[in-house]
């Protein structure tokens, strides 16, 4: 079966500094990677996804993720961070071969401090 | 472009009664799904349709879920009887096709509270 694994609850990053969410996915087959943003009371909002080709991923508002197959990891990562950042960040994965279910990770919450 | 519209927008009920939300997908997207987020959770898929056709069902709970989307474009997803544990926010995300890479856009959810 499919999983994606957010090892962390919550991160904490100053403005200004550089932020990096931590996502790892079993799957069989390629996987197709994606991260979503959810601000309070609204729905997901979509960053970025890999399908194929390079590694690195570049999505909305500065946030860029790496596809790494060998560490089957995907980590969202953004150089400066702002306070409006501050969110919950959800990876997802589905699988190429079969599964076709969007499976989510639990999230991770991001609190940028001014 | 006008987004995913879900209604109502919040829902307070009793156990064992029923209710019904519905979603209206981005116009021409082919692909909607239904997730299912517990507090603390991340989406659960409970059904996708491709047009009018269910394309995977195998999380729904179907002694008491019920959902369908008749003539390819609005849904509605069915609780019946609901339970306390159904209390969560139920999201709707359409997708312009089915293939696995397809982006999928999300609604602002519905919250259920069962008292």
């Known amino acids: 079966a499919q999983s994606v694994a957010q090892p962390e609850d919550q991160v904490n990053v100053a403005e200004g500094n550089p932020l990096t969410v931590k996502c790892t996915y079993s799957?069989?087959?390629?996987?197709?990677l994606f991260w979503y943003v959810q601000y309070p009371n609204r729905g997901l909002q979509f960053l970025l996804k890999?399908?194929?080709?390079?590694?690195l991923v570049k999505g909305s508002y500065g946030f860029e993720a790496e596809f790494n197959k060998s560490q089957t990891s995907f980590h969202l990562k953004k150089p400066s961070a702002l306070v409006s950042d501050s969110a919950l960040y959800f990876c997802?994965?589905?699988?190429?071969?079969?599964?076709?279910?969007?499976?989510f990770g639990r999230g991770t919450s991001l609190i940028v401090h001014p | 472009e006008a987004g995913v519209a879900q209604s109502p927008r919040y829902k307070i009920i009793e156990k064992r009664q029923s209710v019904a939300f519905w979603c209206n997908p981005i116009?021409?997207?082919?692909?909607l799904y239904w997730y299912q987020q517990i507090l603390g959770q991340g989406p659960k898929l409970l059904i996708q349709f491709q047009n009018n056709g269910v394309v995977d069902d195998s999380q729904l709970p179907k002694d008491r879920f019920s959902a369908e989307r008749l003539k390819g474009v609005d849904s509605t997803l069915k609780i019946q009887p609901a339970k306390l544990e159904d209390s969560a926010v139920y999201l709707c995300a359409s997708s312009l096709g089915g293939a696995p890479g397809e982006t999928q856009y999300f609604g602002p959810g519905t919250r259920l509270l069962v008292l």
């Open positions: 890999y399908i194929t080709g390079d590694n």
């Open positions: 799957v069989s087959g390629n996987p197709y």
């Open positions: 116009s021409g997207h082919a692909t």
């Open positions: 997802a994965v589905r699988g190429a071969g079969g599964s076709y279910i969007p499976t």
